[in-house]
T-cell receptor, first 112, second 115 residues
Framework: AQKITQTQPGMFVQEKEAVTLDCTYD???????LFWYKQPSSGEMIFLIY??????QNATEGRYSLNFQKARKSANLVISASQLGDSAMYFC?????????FGTGTKLQVIP | DTGVSQDPRHKITKRGQNVTFRCDPI?????LYWYRQTLGQGPEFLTY????????KSRLLSDRFSAERPKGSFSTLEIQRTEQGDSAMYLC?????????????FGPGTRLTVL
């Protein structure tokens, strides 16, 4: 069975500051992928970043980086230089064998 | 716009009625997923197709739910005898193999309200 845990229902961050959104996972699959998605109030799911379980380096995509600690089963998202447009729900997700599991999400609010 | 389209965007129906939703994935994507999302929750996996074959079904998908993907292109999700608990956003995603994995591109969703 797969499980994703996001323990922060809501977070606040000052504009231009960095913020870390936590994600821990559990799986018995030897190979898996970890994703982060952004869901603004408009509802669409926007892919942000991906990390494979065998990737040696942490993934980065612009202002997004994924802090992958395999032994601790964590895949935290780091957003640098927060912008007002970053205010949204953020979901961590894991893809195992033919199944994708999402966490309950973290609502991020960026304060001017 | 990710290139994945869903129709209709909104559906209001009375309890007991049947509803059908359609998803058109990105044309070169061979994998298609259906999810259900209720308010304040993350998407819940329902089912998954590779081409026309339905490879995985969640236990959330009761006998009232059926999904098809004839010819491996668009997909339909039908809910029979709708119940108020079926009210949710139904999301479709298709995948492109990128960096040895599947980045999922989501459609805008169909919001179902069962009265």
């Amino acid at each position: 069975a797969q499980k994703i845990t996001q323990t922060q229902p809501g977070m606040f961050v000052q504009e231009k500051e960095a913020v870390t959104l936590d994600c821990t996972y559990d799986t018995s699959d030897p190979s898996y992928g970890l994703f982060w998605y952004k869901q603004p109030s408009s509802g669409e799911m926007i892919f942000l970043i991906y990390q494979g379980s065998y990737d040696q380096q942490n993934a980065t995509e612009g202002r997004y980086s994924l802090n992958f600690q395999k032994a601790r089963k964590s895949a935290n998202l780091v957003i640098s230089a927060s912008q007002l447009g970053d205010s949204a729900m953020y979901f961590c997700a894991m893809e195992g064998y033919q199944k994708v599991t999402f966490g309950t999400g973290t609502k991020l609010q960026v304060i001017p | 716009d990710t290139g994945v389209s869903q129709d209709p965007r909104h559906k209001i129906t009375k309890r007991g009625q049947n509803v059908t939703f359609r998803c058109d994935p990105i044309s070169e994507h061979n994998r298609l997923y259906w999810y259900r999302q209720t308010l304040g929750q993350g998407p819940e996996f329902l089912t998954y197709f590779q081409n026309e074959a339905q490879l995985e079904k969640s236990r959330l998908l009761s006998d009232r739910f059926s999904a098809e993907r004839p010819k491996g292109s668009f997909s339909t999700l039908e809910i029979q005898r709708t119940e108020q608990g079926d009210s949710a956003m139904y999301l479709c995603a298709s995948t492109s193999r990128d960096r040895d994995t599947d980045t999922q591109y989501f459609g805008p969703g169909t919001r179902l309200t069962v009265l």
